[in-house]
C-alpha cells in the first residue's frame, strides 16, 4: 500500500494533522472497542525502548520487577476511600463468566495499589523487609468518557507502575522525588521533551495521596500535558490494608508508601512535538533504526551503488539502518515514505555520488543535506544523530520557555492561556480558589515550583501565596 501525504497542516489544523500522521506513519490502528489502539511495530518499538531506558534505570536503583493480576475483587477496591472516589467512574467492571452471574465483582486494573497492597500486609512483617520496592510493567483499563485521543488519552494503555514501601516518610519523599528525576531524564534525553517538574494542586493530586508530583509540557496546540506522575501515599494505603511493622526497637508502626507511574501517553508527546507537515520525527536515541540507506538505481553502476550500499548498511550495523532496494518506487516516493515515518537521518547514494567516492546525509529534522565521503561515514553518523538529538530537543526547549508568561490577575492569566501560552503565578493552593481560576479562565493547574519562599499574594484571591505555579489549558 501507498504511503501518502499529510493534507492537514500541523499549525492550523492540530487534530487533523496528528491523526493523520500516526496512521501514514503507520503508528496504530483503530480496534473495534472505541479507546482502544493498536500498536503496530513502529509504536510499539518505541515504548520498548522507553521500557529498556527505564527498566535499567529502575534496576540500578533497587527496583525489582514483578507482575500482579489484571483482576481485582470488589472488596479490595473499596478499601481505601479517596482512591475509591477518585477511580469509580473510570472502572470497568467483570460481572459474568460466561452464564453465571459471579459471586463479587472484578475490577478490571486502572491502577494496582489495591491488589498489591493486599499482598505488601502479608510479606511485610519486619524492618528488615524494608524498603520493598517492586515495579510492573502492564496494562490498565480506565473507562474515560472524554474524547479519546491516540496514544494521549486512551481506555486502555501500556504503562509501568512503581509501588514503594519504607519505614520512614524521609526514605519515602526521597524516592518520590528521585523517581521525577527519572521520569524527567527519559522525556529530555531519550524523547527530547522538556518538561516542568513540581508539585500538583490539592485538587489535581492522585486519589489517596498525601501529594502528586508530575513532569508537564507543552504541545504546539497550546494545550499542556501531564508527562508522568510520582505520587507520596503517606500511611493512607497502609493503614487500611494493615501494612505494619516492627521497627528496630520492636515497636509496631505502619509502613510510608509511593507509586508511580509512566505511559505510552509520552509516545504521543514525543510525536505532537516533533512532528511536521512531512510527518512524524523520531528522535536518534528513542529510533529504532536511526538512519535508511536509499541508493539511487539508474541502469548505469546499479550493481556497483547497491554492492556499496550493503556495505554501508553492515559499516554501520549498530544504527539498525534500513536499506531500500526497491526498484518498483522512485527515489522520490522513497524519500517521501521515510520522512513520514520520521527515520532520523537518510543515507543517499547514486551513480554521481559514487564517481567523487561520497554519500549525500539528509537530516530529517531540518532537511540538511551533507556530503560526506564514504570513508568518513562511520565517524560522522554518530555526530549528526547526536546534533539531530540535541537541535530537537533545544528547539522544544525553547518552544516551551518562551510560552510561558507571568501573570499578576485571572484576566492576565485568561489572555495567556487563550493565546495557548502557559501563566505562571503566585497563587495560594486552596482547592476553592483553582475552581474559580477553573470557570474564569478554562485553565487548570499543571504543577508548582519546589523549594521556594514565596513573597506576595495570590494573583487570584488575594491570600497569602504559598506557591509559583504554572495554569494552562490542558488535556
Same mark, same amino acid.
Given at each position: 500500500?501507498?504511503?501518502?501525504?499529510?493534507? &492537514?497542516?500541523?499549525?492550523?489544523?492540530?487534530?487533523?494533522?496528528?491523526?493523520?500522521?500516526?496512521?501514514?506513519?503507520?503508528?496504530?490502528?483503530?480496534?473495534?472497542?472505541?479507546?482502544?489502539?493498536?500498536?503496530?511495530?513502529?509504536?510499539?518499538?518505541?515504548?520498548?525502548?522507553?521500557?529498556?531506558?527505564?527498566?535499567?534505570?529502575?534496576?540500578?536503583?533497587?527496583?525489582?520487577?514483578?507482575?500482579?493480576?489484571? +483482576?481485582?475483587?470488589?472488596?479490595?477496591?473499596?478499601?481505601?476511600?479517596?482512591?475509591?472516589?477518585?477511580?469509580?467512574?473510570?472502572?470497568?467492571?467483570?460481572?459474568?463468566?460466561?452464564?453465571?452471574?459471579?459471586?463479587?465483582?472484578?475490577?478490571?486494573?486502572?491502577? *494496582?495499589?489495591?491488589?498489591? %497492597?493486599?499482598?505488601?500486609?502479608?510479606?511485610?512483617?519486619?524492618?528488615?523487609? +524494608?524498603?520493598?520496592?517492586?515495579?510492573?510493567?502492564?496494562?490498565?483499563?480506565?473507562?474515560?468518557?472524554?474524547?479519546?485521543?491516540?496514544?494521549?488519552?486512551?481506555?486502555?494503555?501500556?504503562?509501568? !507502575?512503581?509501588?514503594?514501601?519504607?519505614?520512614?516518610?524521609?526514605?519515602?519523599?526521597?524516592?518520590?522525588?528521585?523517581?521525577?528525576?527519572?521520569?524527567?531524564?527519559? %522525556?529530555?534525553?531519550?524523547?527530547?521533551?522538556?518538561?516542568?517538574?513540581?508539585?500538583?494542586?490539592?485538587?489535581?493530586?492522585?486519589?489517596?495521596?498525601?501529594? *502528586?508530583?508530575?513532569?508537564?509540557?507543552?504541545?504546539?496546540?497550546?494545550?499542556? $500535558?501531564?508527562?508522568?506522575? #510520582?505520587?507520596?501515599?503517606?500511611?493512607?494505603? #497502609?493503614?487500611?490494608?494493615?501494612?505494619?511493622? +516492627?521497627?528496630?526497637? !520492636?515497636?509496631?508502626?505502619?509502613?510510608?508508601?509511593?507509586?508511580?507511574?509512566?505511559?505510552?501517553?509520552?509516545?504521543?508527546?514525543?510525536?505532537?512535538?516533533?512532528?511536521?507537515?512531512?510527518?512524524?520525527?523520531?528522535?536518534?536515541?528513542?529510533?529504532?533504526?536511526?538512519?535508511?540507506?536509499?541508493?539511487?538505481?539508474?541502469?548505469?553502476?546499479?550493481?556497483?551503488?547497491?554492492?556499496?550500499?550493503?556495505?554501508?548498511? =553492515? =559499516? +554501520?550495523?549498530? %544504527?539498525?539502518?534500513?536499506?531500500?532496494?526497491? !526498484?518498483?518506487? #522512485?527515489?522520490?516516493?522513497?524519500?517521501?515514505?521515510?520522512?513520514?515515518?520520521?527515520?532520523?537521518?537518510?543515507?543517499? @547514494?547514486?551513480?554521481?555520488?559514487?564517481?567523487?567516492?561520497?554519500?549525500?546525509?539528509?537530516?530529517?529534522?531540518?532537511?540538511?543535506? @551533507?556530503?560526506?565521503? $564514504?570513508?568518513?561515514? &562511520?565517524?560522522?553518523?554518530? =555526530?549528526?544523530?547526536?546534533?539531530?538529538?540535541?537541535?530537537?530537543?533545544?528547539?522544544?526547549?525553547?518552544?516551551?520557555?518562551?510560552?510561558?508568561?507571568?501573570?499578576?490577575?485571572?484576566?492576565?492569566?485568561?489572555?495567556?492561556?487563550?493565546?495557548? /501560552?502557559?501563566?505562571?503565578?503566585?497563587?495560594?493552593?486552596?482547592?476553592?480558589? !483553582?475552581?474559580?481560576?477553573?470557570?474564569?479562565?478554562?485553565?487548570?493547574?499543571?504543577?508548582?515550583?519546589?523549594?521556594?519562599?514565596?513573597?506576595?499574594? /495570590?494573583?487570584?484571591?488575594?491570600?497569602?501565596?504559598?506557591?509559583?505555579?504554572?495554569?494552562?489549558?490542558?488535556?
Amino acid at each position: 500500500m501507498e504511503t501518502k501525504g499529510v493534507n &492537514a497542516k500541523k499549525a492550523e489544523n492540530f487534530s487533523d494533522w496528528y491523526v493523520q500522521v500516526i496512521q501514514k506513519a503507520d503508528l496504530v490502528d483503530y480496534s473495534d472497542v472505541s479507546g482502544c489502539l493498536i500498536f503496530k511495530p513502529g509504536s510499539y518499538s518505541i515504548w520498548e525502548n522507553i521500557q529498556s531506558y527505564l527498566d535499567n534505570k529502575f534496576k540500578k536503583d533497587g527496583v525489582k520487577n514483578t507482575y500482579f493480576p489484571l +483482576l481485582i475483587p470488589e472488596h479490595l477496591f473499596k478499601k481505601e476511600a479517596d482512591h475509591v472516589k477518585g477511580f469509580t467512574p473510570e472502572v470497568a467492571w467483570v460481572t459474568h463468566a460466561g452464564d453465571s452471574k459471579l459471586n463479587e465483582r472484578l475490577a478490571i486494573r486502572p491502577t *494496582s495499589e489495591t491488589i498489591m %497492597y493486599n499482598s505488601y500486609a502479608k510479606w511485610i512483617r519486619s524492618w528488615k523487609d +524494608l524498603p520493598l520496592r517492586y515495579n510492573q510493567w502492564c496494562n490498565v483499563i480506565r473507562w474515560e468518557f472524554k474524547h479519546p485521543v491516540p496514544f494521549l488519552r486512551t481506555r486502555e494503555f501500556l504503562w509501568q !507502575e512503581g509501588h514503594s514501601a519504607f519505614a520512614t516518610k524521609k526514605e519515602a519523599d526521597k524516592e518520590a522525588l528521585k523517581i521525577l528525576d527519572f521520569y524527567a531524564d527519559t %522525556y529530555e534525553k531519550l524523547l527530547a521533551v522538556p518538561v516542568l517538574k513540581g508539585m500538583k494542586s490539592k485538587n489535581e493530586k492522585f486519589a489517596g495521596a498525601d501529594y *502528586s508530583l508530575s513532569v508537564e509540557t507543552l504541545l504546539p496546540n497550546g494545550k499542556a $500535558i501531564q508527562g508522568a506522575t #510520582s505520587h507520596h501515599l503517606g500511611q493512607n494505603f #497502609s493503614k487500611a490494608f494493615d501494612i505494619n511493622f +516492627l521497627d528496630i526497637s !520492636e515497636k509496631k508502626d505502619y509502613v510510608w508508601q509511593n507509586s508511580w507511574g509512566f505511559s505510552t501517553r509520552s509516545i504521543g508527546i514525543m510525536l505532537a512535538m516533533h512532528g511536521d507537515d512531512k510527518g512524524i520525527i523520531l528522535p536518534p536515541n528513542v529510533a529504532l533504526n536511526k538512519l535508511v540507506v536509499v541508493p539511487i538505481l539508474f541502469t548505469k553502476d546499479k550493481k556497483n551503488i547497491i554492492k556499496v550500499a550493503s556495505s554501508l548498511v =553492515k =559499516k +554501520l550495523k549498530k %544504527y539498525n539502518p534500513l536499506l531500500d532496494d526497491r !526498484e518498483d518506487y #522512485s527515489a522520490g516516493w522513497k524519500f517521501n515514505e521515510w520522512e513520514m515515518k520520521g527515520i532520523p537521518l537518510r543515507l543517499e @547514494i547514486g551513480p554521481k555520488d559514487l564517481e567523487k567516492k561520497q554519500v549525500v546525509l539528509v537530516r530529517r529534522d531540518n532537511n540538511e543535506k @551533507i556530503n560526506v565521503k $564514504i570513508k568518513d561515514v &562511520a565517524i560522522e553518523v554518530p =555526530k549528526i544523530l547526536k546534533e539531530i538529538q540535541d537541535s530537537l530537543f533545544l528547539k522544544a526547549k525553547k518552544f516551551l520557555d518562551e510560552s510561558i508568561q507571568e501573570a499578576q490577575e485571572v484576566s492576565e492569566l485568561k489572555k495567556i492561556v487563550n493565546s495557548g /501560552c502557559i501563566g505562571k503565578v503566585n497563587w495560594c493552593g486552596s482547592v476553592n480558589c !483553582e475552581e474559580s481560576i477553573n470557570d474564569k479562565t478554562g485553565a487548570k493547574s499543571l504543577n508548582s515550583e519546589f523549594n521556594l519562599n514565596v513573597e506576595g499574594k /495570590c494573583f487570584a484571591c488575594g491570600n497569602k501565596a504559598e506557591y509559583v505555579t504554572y495554569f494552562a489549558k490542558s488535556y
